[in-house]
T-cell receptor, first 113, second 112 residues
Framework: KNQVEQSPQSLIILEGKNCTLQCNYTVSPFSNLRWYKQDTGRGPVSLTIMTFSENTKSNGRYTATLDADTKQSSLHITASQLSDSASYICVVSVSHNFNKFYFGSGTKLNVKP | SAVISQKPSRDICQRGTSLTIQCQVDSQVTMMFWYRQQPGQSLTLIAT?????????ESGFVIDKFPISRPNLTFSTLTVSNMSPEDSSIYLCSVGIQGRLFFGSGTQLSVL
């Protein structure tokens, strides 16, 4: 069964600290994995996209990793800011159907001053 | 990439009424998707809107409750009909382009 699981479900950290969010998937055949940031009441915005051959990709203070063998991805946030408070959603797509996407339930991050 | 304009951004509606959400894309796309996100939950696909044909609904969603129009390759509407408080959610339109998903800014709906 194609599934995407994220952990932790929620996380509270102090401003300036680092954190790592996890995404495990069983989706096959894998095409790509994307991390989205969703501010409260808004639509998700893409942070990074990882294809099968990519291990690490950075976007400013956000660094995503992908281990295609273990089917795990992580999103590392460095030097967190109050504006990082949001939900982070992991989405995996399959290679045989460009219009099929599998969503994780998200990690709700709260950055406190 | 794609730029998606969705409106309204939020609305407060009375029970029993209907709301139509509009989604405009800055390029022609084959597939448009409508998602619902209930409070504290992840996204659930309502239906896939194909231009020139009936929308394809996911299990648990029916056309009478969520009629969809797709008059051309850049525009779609989703109507939430005969609303109840359980319909209070964020509704999102999105497009898929070569395996990449782009979202509108969402419509936050509250039903009283």
């Amino acid at each position: 069964k194609n599934q995407v699981e994220q952990s932790p479900q929620s996380l509270i950290i102090l401003e300036g600290k680092n954190c790592t969010l996890q995404c495990n998937y069983t989706v096959s055949p894998f095409s790509n994995l994307r991390w989205y940031k969703q501010d409260t009441g808004r639509g998700p915005v893409s942070l990074t996209i990882m294809t099968f051959s990519e291990n690490t990709k950075s976007n400013g203070r956000y660094t995503a990793t992908l281990d295609a063998d273990t089917k795990q991805s992580s999103l590392h946030i460095t030097a967190s800011q109050l504006s990082d408070s949001a939900s982070y959603i992991c989405v995996v797509s399959v290679s045989h159907n460009f219009n099929k996407f599998y969503f994780g339930s998200g990690t709700k991050l709260n950055v406190k001053p | 990439s794609a730029v998606i304009s969705q409106k309204p951004s939020r609305d407060i509606c009375q029970r029993g009424t209907s709301l139509t959400i509009q989604c405009q894309v800055d390029s022609q796309v084959t597939m448009m998707f409508w998602y619902r996100q209930q409070p504290g939950q992840s996204l659930t696909l309502i239906a896939t809107a194909n231009q020139g044909s009936e929308a394809t609904y996911e299990s648990g969603f029916v056309i009478d409750k969520f009629p969809i129009s797709r008059p051309n390759l850049t525009f779609s509407t989703l109507t939430v009909s005969n609303m109840s408080p359980e319909d209070s959610s964020i509704y999102l339109c999105s497009v898929g382009i070569q395996g990449r998903l782009f979202f509108g800014s969402g419509t936050q709906l509250s039903v009283l």
